[in-house]
């Protein structure tokens, strides 16, 4: 299976920050990844796809790039609601795997 | 606008099978693959597996011997078995639509999620 590491775990930041979160593929899985923000209690939702593609409806402060291995999730300007943990998905091949998970919380 | 709900028992025996439901609502099961996803309390996000409209599955290989899934059309559900679970399969469970059409591959929709505790 692909091993997908997050960088961070966590990270404290303030608002009107600029935050980056990466996550790296154990092998080449092209451009198949995916972001996902997770609130305590909710299910996750889906922000990014194919490494940069934007989800509608989600804020243009967020935006995703890379390919191969390594994959960059940046929000430009941290607003109070993105308090969140994140998370990246391979969709490369199966089983597909998740990055462990970035918790961004309030400085 | 599409919905999923998860439903079944929260409380299941060790050893025991879990079972759960996934009925699909605003939009048709047909032509996507429906997943399973789970997560331990405070921990990370793990895919069980899925199965396409037509019955095709695919599953993890960390639970592949234990998982079925299976979908009824006719009722817009696709449930989930897992055997023989130990306390190590407490989580919250989630359904979920997986978009998969080249290149273009995501879960965009999600159910709330249901807590399956196992516990004697």
């Known amino acids: 299976a692909i091993q997908m590491t997050q960088s961070p775990s966590s990270l404290s930041a303030s608002v009107g920050d600029r935050v980056t979160i990466t996550c790296r593929a154990s092998?080449?899985?092209?451009?198949?990844l995916g972001w996902y923000q997770q609130k305590p209690g909710k299910a996750p939702k889906l922000l990014i796809y194919v490494a940069s593609s934007l989800q509608s409806g989600v804020p243009s402060r967020f935006s995703g790039s890379g390919s191969g291995t390594d994959f960059t999730l940046t929000i430009s300007s941290l607003q109070p609601e993105d308090f969140a943990t994140y998370y990246c998905?391979?969709?490369?091949?199966?089983?597909?795997?998740f990055g462990g998970g970035t918790k961004v919380e309030i400085k | 606008q599409v919905q999923l709900q998860e439903s079944g028992p929260g409380l299941v025996k060790p050893s025991e099978t879990l079972s759960l439901t996934c009925t699909v609502s605003g939009g048709s099961i047909s032509t996507y693959y429906w997943s399973w996803i789970r997560q331990p309390p405070g921990k990370g996000l793990e895919w069980i597996g899925y199965i396409y409209y037509s019955g095709n599955t695919n599953y993890n290989p960390s639970l592949k011997s234990r998982v079925t899934i299976s979908i009824d059309t006719s009722k817009s559900q696709f449930s989930l078995k897992v055997s023989s679970v130990t306390a190590a399969d407490t989580a919250v469970y989630y359904c979920a639509r997986r978009y998969a059409s080249k290149p273009n591959y995501y879960f965009d929709y999600w159910g709330q999620g249901t807590l399956v505790t196992v516990s004697p």
């Open positions: 092998q080449d899985i092209r451009n198949d």
């Open positions: 998905l391979q969709d490369y091949s199966y089983p597909l795997t």
